[in-house]
């Protein structure tokens, strides 16, 4: 594990994802190292190349961030879009912490999503601006096989129990349950386990299927099989998860239904 500072001239960029105005990624590349995330094609340099291995952290990042929320529209910031905001380095860094802070008091709306069960450090944060904030957990499985594709991750019931944190001091948690991959974690078994802490949480649960792209399908293959999609797979995979969560009585949103639903929100 390698991790080197380096100093940015931007923090805040547009974010291409519809239900975000911004995003913030205080680090570049990611030590959880997740075989099939979607951030290693989109990541240059060692930190893409070295996934899992390699991580920059944008040393300055709170002084620009305080410089740029002075003269920008406040809006919803994505925290993080490409990277893990609670992966190790934030431990002694506390640039995701200080952002939220940073952010919340000018005004902008922040959304986490993470891996980490470090993100309830910040419970005191996150409770004082808790009408600005909402995080997203990720659990793709609360089964040990998460290790196999996650290998630096918090193991998923760590992921689980920060849900449930967060949710007992009235912070907005939702959880993500993605990618949904054929063969690793689409059975009726994986997901009723991760709608239960959803629904038993008050978590809004939103779900969505995995989506190949080249560097990534190249990791999953050399770690741990090739991955293919059957025809009508993803269309019976949706039936099981919607009629899980309407027999537990969970709230369950397509991630492509949600990213419609804020485009038309925001024309």
């Known amino acids: ?48 190349k070295m996934w899992g291995s390699v991580v920059y952290v944008k040393a300055n990042l709170l002084e620009v961030l305080r410089r740029e929320v002075r003269r920008l529209k406040p809006g919803v910031v994505g925290l993080s879009t490409i990277t893990d905001p609670y992966q190790p380095p934030e431990a002694f860094y506390k640039l995701s912490r200080g952002a939220i802070e940073v952010l919340a ?18 419970l005191d944060v996150l409770k004082r601006y808790r009408e600005r904030v909402d995080v997203g957990i990720t659990i793709t499985t609360l089964r040990d096989k998460a290790r196999i594709l ?47 802490v959803a629904h038993s949480t ?16 190249a990791r999953l293959s050399a770690n741990y099989r090739k991955v293919e999609v059957s025809e009508g797979w993803w269309a019976r995979v949706k039936k099981a998860v919607e009629d899980i969560c309407a027999r537990l009585g969970a709230r369950c949103v397509d991630a492509e239904e949600e990213w419609a639903a804020a485009s038309r929100y925001r024309r």
């Open 150 to 196: 996650e290998p630096m991750a918090a193991h998923p019931l760590a992921r689980a129990r920060a849900v449930e944190k967060l949710a007992a001091e009235g912070v907005r948690v939702w959880i993500f349950m993605g990618p949904i991959i054929p063969g690793f974690n689409d059975s009726p078994q994986d997901i009723e386990e991760v709608v239960r």
């Open 202 to 217: 008050g978590a809004e649960l939103i779900y969505d299927k995995y989506r190949p792209r080249p560097m990534a399908d």
């Open 1 to 48: 594990m390698k991790v080197y500072e380096i100093r940015v001239q931007r923090a805040l960029s547009p974010s291409g994802l519809p239900e975000y105005d911004y995003a913030l990624n205080p680090y570049v590349g990611c030590l959880h190292g997740c075989h099939y995330c979607y951030a290693i094609d989109y990541t240059k340099g060692p930190p893409g």
């Open 105 to 122: 008091e000018a005004g902008f709306h922040v959304s986490v999503q993470t891996k980490s069960g470090m993100v309830v450090r910040d």
